[in-house]
């Protein structure tokens, strides 16, 4: 894990910038100086887009660079919590298999344990029931990620709340 964690961030995940903090909230129209921030290039769309209309070949590569990119966020012991193809970014409009894994919205950390949900027709069982969450609760969005990808609908579709914990609980 330690080994992984050192090395640069893959494709699907864009650099941190380093060095001293810069203005990140915004107050009244401005940036208050000394706040963390985060900027990237902007992306052409999602995955969203591209549900059912991969070739296995390109397929295989999208799912390889997004288990990638979720390596290295898991080495530093980040769960993303929603995993999903609207949260994969594609910066090429027309190659989707280096997608951006982007939404850390409902991430956890080790310093911050404490799980918030995510997009239940992704959720893994444990989000459902309140248990506890790690990187192989990305993993079991990957799969429904996967699904989606191949036959462009989530493997218990979409729907009402309740429905979709039952059929991800099953």
Excluded: C
């Excluded at 290295?72 to 910066?91: F, M, Q, S, T, Y």
């Amino acid at each position: 894990t330690r080994a992984v964690a050192r090395r640069p961030p893959p494709a699907g995940v864009p650099s941190v910038p380093r060095g001293p903090p810069r203005p990140a909230g915004l107050t009244a129209g401005r940036l208050e100086p000394g706040a963390p921030w985060f900027a990237m290039p902007l992306a052409s769309g999602s995955l969203h887009a591209w549900r059912g209309r991969l070739a296995w070949p390109e397929l295989r590569r999208t799912l390889a660079a997004l288990l990638s990119a979720l390596a290295h966020v898991h080495a530093r012991g980040i769960v993303h919590l929603d995993v999903k193809p609207e949260n994969l970014l594609v910066p090429d409009p027309r190659d989707p298999t280096a997608p951006w894994l982007a939404d850390f919205g409902q991430a956890v950390t080790p310093d911050a344990p404490e799980a918030a949900g995510g997009t239940p027709a992704f959720m893994a069982p444990e989000q459902f029931r309140g248990r506890e969450v790690g990187p192989w609760t990305d993993l079991y969005a990957v799969g429904a990620v996967a699904w989606d990808l191949a036959t462009g609908a989530p493997p218990f579709g979409h729907g009402a709340v309740p429905r979709l914990r039952q059929a991800h609980l099953l």
